[in-house]
């Protein structure tokens, strides 16, 4: 503890010399940098516990004032740039982004100290401000040193560019008179890396007899969380060394190991393969908490213990038995933020610890600006017909919507918004599903139960908002008195959509006036392709050009992960000529987290990143246009036909197949 003191003593006289003696801005050798982060006690929650509890000023208050969407106040901050001040031109239609430190968090000791999860901001090339606080009262130090290490991975102009909006508060969080730490504690969170994840231990015949320590569980997505396998329950606990070998001792009990000697996850699978409950990983002495993953062929093999890493004590590593508790205590939220319309917002949850979680939800404030203008110019006479406002939607019928579809449009798009019961994202229903729009209209019954729009829901996120370009299925509802009807599955939690159709002329394209269903899809196995006969067709009189239009998605999961993480393609024959699909992302770490700009809903509850087979969580689908115009007789009879591939062949699991959700049509244009 003395080596501590002198440490902490060391460093507030290097950060005072810093300040009153050079410019902050010229340490940007990065080995000064280094030594400076290498105080092992600087950002090391367990040997400051207690200090963020010095909460006394009426500013902490509870208050449940805060929504997303209401108006954000004005705001003043102390920063080591000078006085900040909202609304200013400083931020001027500029999304800005709140990060708060707390001392006692193992996922923010690795965030802001993980030399990837900085420069995955420093490199995001964000438009928006980032305002850093702290939740300690060395808050003035944390921040040049914050500061002072972002600075030092910037490599480009760009860095500096997003390093110009970095703000770094100077005061504690709890000293500041501002509603924004008020927000921080309404908005408290508690879940995927969002509370305050500890250790309890509690050596035999030891004193102390208690150990607080922060802990960073594993990801979630491999390894099953010690919250869910263990509760509040009490457990026995064994130190083996190194842990890089099959160990007896190990059976039914929670190993404390070393790093070293080995690699993490040889020591993790010695553990497993001993029959430990799970394991505690102590960090290298002086080394701050580590994000802890599976790397190619390790994800394959199925491990079923927690890991969680925690700080190196001496003490701990020098306990050879004892119980331990796995806690999590509630916390501040560690992030929100105001949007580019002035607006209070969440942030969703960060699933690992690195800021490029703030970057996605940065890049969803870009989509959702662009989309806001793309509707803005559409043409002034564009008709916009509501269907659902903020409706209630649950259960086996879903809901249903009467009207007259206009007609003599060539153009047409649904705007869909989806919220939830509730005020906060976490009221919103915990699983994806498929939510789709059926249409029924008088005159052809025939085609009752087409499809005219489909959309994945979010894992637990409010802020969804999509513009669907259906032009190509028109015929099925121009002029027409027709029933909407929205549903997902029967058992999901409720959701709150909001469904506008837009209609509106681009005059440089033809009309849609006829359609003629297709191919559906099915069950994806050995005999999914059998139930495909070629399908003839003569072109009517007067058309200019033929499309074939598609809606494709995969679901379930078969010995190949089909179909929702196999990439699987789709070809249309139409007279000889091939018209294809693969969806290549399907089962990438992050095919869909690629795709915000796209407008996918960032930082979900659940395994939003992956790639999945022609759709993600929280997006529309959009219908796939092939124009066919050019291989097609206009004289005489035409052929397609449709087959389903899994690498090249047909598909042929071995058990549990998936599913192919499947429209298709031939489109008729004058």
């Not at 902050?24 to 940098?33: G, H």
Request: proline share 6%.
């Amino acid at each position: 503890m003395a080596r501590h003191r002198e440490l902490r003593t060391v460093w507030v006289v290097a950060i005072f010399f810093v300040i009153f003696f050079f410019n902050a801005d010229a340490l940007s050798n990065r080995d000064t940098v280094r030594s400076l982060r290498g105080a092992k006690t600087f950002l090391r929650g367990a040997n400051s516990a207690g200090f963020s509890n010095l909460k006394s000023n009426e500013f902490r208050k509870s208050n449940s004032g805060f929504i997303p969407g209401q108006k954000a106040d004005n705001f003043s901050l102390p920063t080591l740039n000078g006085t900040v001040l909202y609304p200013s031109d400083t931020f001027k239609n500029s999304p800005i982004f709140f990060v708060l430190y707390i001392n006692q968090s193992g996922f923010e000791d690795c965030l802001f100290n993980s030399d990837d999860s900085l420069r995955s901001l420093v490199n995001s090339g964000s438009q928006s401000h980032f305002i850093f606080m702290f939740d300690d009262f060395r808050a003035a130090e944390l921040a040049v040193w914050l500061q002072m290490s972002l600075r030092s991975l910037i490599t480009s102009g760009a860095g500096w560019q997003v390093f110009s909006r970095l703000h770094f508060v100077s005061i504690s969080s709890y000293k500041l008179q501002s509603w924004i730490p008020l927000v921080f504690s309404n908005w408290q969170c508690q879940d995927h890396n969002c509370g305050l994840d500890q250790i309890m231990i509690m050596p035999k015949d030891a004193s102390p007899s208690l150990f607080p320590l922060m802990r960073l569980d594993a990801r979630y997505d491999w390894l099953p969380s010690p919250s869910s396998l263990f509760a509040n329950r009490t457990l026995d606990f064994v130190t083996i060394g190194y842990a890089c070998d099959a160990d007896p001792r190990a059976s039914g009990k929670i190993v404390i190991a070393r790093s070293g000697l080995c690699d993490s996850y040889t020591k993790v699978l010695a553990m497993y393969q001993s029959g430990a409950l799970g394991m505690l990983l102590m960090t290298a002495p002086g080394e701050h908490l580590f994000d802890f993953n599976c790397i190619g062929s390790q994800c394959d093999t199925p491990i079923n213990i927690s890991v969680s890493i925690i700080p190196f004590e001496e003490m701990i590593a020098s306990f050879s038995t004892g119980t331990l508790t796995f806690i999590t205590e509630p916390s501040d939220n560690f992030f929100f933020a105001i949007d580019p319309f002035g607006q209070l917002a969440e942030t969703g949850w960060g699933l690992y610890p690195t800021f490029q979680f703030l970057v996605w939800q940065d890049q969803w404030f870009t989509f959702m600006t662009k989309l806001i203008q793309k509707i803005n110019d559409h043409p002034p006479d564009t008709v916009v017909v509501s269907v659902f406002e903020n409706a209630f939607l649950q259960g086996k019928d879903g809901i249903t919507k009467n009207l007259t579809i206009p007609n003599g449009y060539n153009r047409m798009e649904l705007d869909l918004s989806l919220s939830c019961p509730g005020t906060r994202d976490g009221d919103c229903a915990m699983w994806d599903r498929v939510l789709n729009l059926f249409v029924c209209c008088e005159g052809l019954e025939q085609q009752c139960g087409q499809e005219l729009g489909r959309w994945i829901t979010p894992f637990r996120r409010r802020i969804g908002r999509w513009l669907t370009d259906v032009s190509a299925l028109l015929p099925l509802v121009a002029g027409r008195f027709c029933s909407l009807n929205m549903k997902t599955d029967a058992w999901a939690m409720p959701w709150m959509p909001s469904l506008s159709v837009r209609f509106y002329n681009a005059p440089e394209d033809l009309f849609p006036v006829y359609i003629q269903p297709l191919f559906n899809g099915g069950t994806f196995d050995k005999s999914y392709n059998t139930k495909y006969q070629p399908i003839l067709f003569t072109v009517p009189s007067g058309i200019k050009k033929v499309i074939l239009a598609a809606t494709i998605t995969g679901h379930g999961s078969d010995d190949q992960q089909c179909a929702e993480f196999c990439p699987t393609t789709h070809v249309f024959m139409a007279n000889g000529a091939n018209y294809s699909v693969s969806f290549n992302d399907a089962g990438t770490p992050l095919g869909c987290a690629n795709r915000v700009l796209d407008g996918v809903v960032p930082n979900e509850h659940g395994t939003w990143l992956y790639g999945r087979d022609g759709w993600c969580d929280g997006l529309q689908v959009d219908p796939l246009i092939f124009d066919i115009t050019s291989v097609i007789a206009f004289d005489k009879q035409n052929s397609v036909n449709y087959r389903g591939l899994f690498q090249g062949k047909d598909p042929n699991p071995q058990h549990d197949p998936g599913v192919i959700i499947m429209n298709s049509y031939l489109v008729y244009f004058k």
